[in-house]
């Protein structure tokens, strides 16, 4: 049911999050850091299959904080098919993406997730996930946002 991805899950992991964000990301680079992060150890992509289907996708990046003064698995991407959702399916990828986190001597968990995603929102929540902190964040090319919105 898991396993760590591969670069033949590329298209899949691509199909999944393009859903996730509502918009279509340029598939060139999407391939390019897909690949590059698989050979990196500071990053876990967990696959979730059922019936040789890719149906979810936890993307982890491990990285030593200061302010900690220790590791971090930080939950970069996680979906999963609309179709297979609301059947515990998100819970176990979560768990596994726990234990993997801890396997590789992180000491917590964390995620960003847009505060248009209530229902995101309750399944953290659920998996016992504090909310202590804001994220905030400058576009540095283009234009200046005023309005939030999914796929930026």
């Known amino acids: 049911m898991f ?19 509502k918009t279509e990301l340029p598939k060139g680079r999407f391939s390019e850091i897909f690949n590059e992060q698989l050979s990196d150890n500071h990053y876990y992509c967990l696959i979730c299959e059922i019936d040789d289907r890719i149906v979810g996708v936890l993307n982890l ?7 900690h003064a220790a590791k971090i698995a930080e939950i970069m991407e996680f979906v999963v098919d609309e179709n297979y959702r609301n059947k515990e399916i998100g819970r176990k990828i979560f768990s596994r993406a726990c234990d993997i986190a801890k396997e590789n001597g992180c000491i917590q968990i964390e995620v960003a997730c847009n505060q248009l995603r209530i229902d995101t929102h309750r399944f953290y929540d659920r998996e016992d996930m504090n909310n202590f902190h804001y994220k905030f964040s400058k576009p540095l090319e283009g234009e200046t946002y005023v309005d939030n919105k999914l796929g930026r």
């Open 3 to 21: 396993r760590k991805a591969t670069f033949n899950d590329c298209d899949a992991v691509y199909n999944l999050i393009c859903d996730m964000e």
């Open 61 to 67: 990046r491990f990285e030593n904080q200061l302010h």
